[in-house]
């Protein structure tokens, strides 16, 4: 035996002898213990399949990260996890002195994000809602959460906001007994989806140039559903067999009248991509509708197009909240008597 092999052994009986255990470079090893430290780790489950935590146990808003805040409200990232795959949010909470606040989930449409639905977001907080924005999982070829564009399908879009509501209804300033969904475009076909398959927990929609005509668009495009190519191309999109396959699953009429609450739909006039046909069949089929038609509205708010949408959900919410809890200013108290 060597000196060297003779030291080595006489340094780990040392190190034995003082209750340390000398350092491991077995792989074999390493990868043992890796194992054994995540079987330790509950699985990753679907949210929306989860129990909700007793009222004692939910958790509270001052564990998340403060992005900003104005006099108005407290912007938190708030990201949500379903089936694995992260869903980059940001939660604005009104500031004020009560303990839960309505709550407005907006849903962005295809190859979107949510600098779409954030300005609505934040018009919403001012004035006593709490509104959470996000990005859809693969929503669009470049967003802040996971997944890929090819992925995603109406379906996927839905597990989202199941995902979502699961979680954002876990807090306490959130008011789960008076949630809403805002959807424009597709997000605002998934939203109708959502409220008409959970009719109990949404309180009311509110949708933006709802896509109502993109199960038939791809319907067009793909008459025979036993040869589904690849991909088509769709509103300035290549979308994925899996995006067909869902979407010729979704029966609209039935969709809409599954849902008795109260919805507002805006729509704009000259909208070509979503024909103002598609809101006025939708505003016939809600069992409890009304329709905002904006004279020269394209798809998509802006400018004076915007300014009025926003007047249409001021009354919307005012009418569903009451003006205690939907704070107006002067003017917009003017404008929503005028309307």
Avoid at 92 to 111: M, R, V, Y
């Amino acid at each position: 035996m060597t000196i060297k092999k003779l030291l080595l052994l006489l340094m780990t009986g040392l190190l034995f002898a003082c209750g340390q255990k000398p350092d491991s470079t077995d792989p074999k090893q390493a990868s043992q213990e890796g194992q054994a430290e995540t079987a330790s780790k509950p699985p990753q489950t679907d949210q929306k399949n989860e129990t909700k935590p007793a009222s004692d146990q939910t958790t509270e808003l001052d564990q998340l990260t403060v992005l900003s805040q104005t006099e108005d409200y407290v912007q938190y990232e708030l990201n949500v996890v379903r089936d694995g795959f992260k869903i980059h949010g940001k939660l604005f909470l009104p500031k004020g002195d009560q303990e839960s606040w309505p709550l407005t989930i907006l849903a962005h449409g295809i190859n979107q994000t949510d600098l779409t639905t954030t300005p609505y977001a934040t018009h919403l907080a001012k004035r006593g809602v709490a509104a959470y924005v996000f990005d859809f999982i693969g929503g669009a070829p470049l967003n802040s959460s996971d997944g890929d564009f090819s992925d995603m399908t109406v379906l996927t879009e839905l597990a989202d906001l199941e995902a979502i509501y699961q979680k954002l209804t876990d807090y306490k300033a959130i008011d789960s007994s008076q949630t809403y969904l805002l959807g424009d475009s597709q997000g605002g076909l998934v939203a109708t989806m959502m409220a008409a398959k959970h009719p109990e927990d949404i309180q009311g929609m509110i949708l933006l140039y709802p896509a109502f005509n993109m199960p038939s668009l791809v319907h067009d495009f793909v008459p025979d559903k036993e040869e589904i190519p690849d991909s088509i191309d769709i509103m300035g999109v290549s979308v994925s067999r899996y995006y067909i396959e869902d979407m010729l699953k979704v029966d609209v009429e039935d969709i809409i009248t599954s849902y008795p609450g109260p919805v507002l739909i805006v729509h704009g006039e000259d909208d070509v991509l979503v024909p103002p046909v598609y809101a006025q069949k939708a505003a016939e089929l809600f069992p409890k509708a009304h329709l905002e038609m904006i004279p020269g509205g394209k798809h998509e708010f802006s400018g004076s197009d915007f300014i009025k949408a926003l007047s249409y959900i001021d009354k919307y919410m005012v009418n569903q909240l009451g003006d205690e809890h939907y704070q107006l200013t002067i003017d917009e108290e003017e404008s929503a008597d005028k309307g």
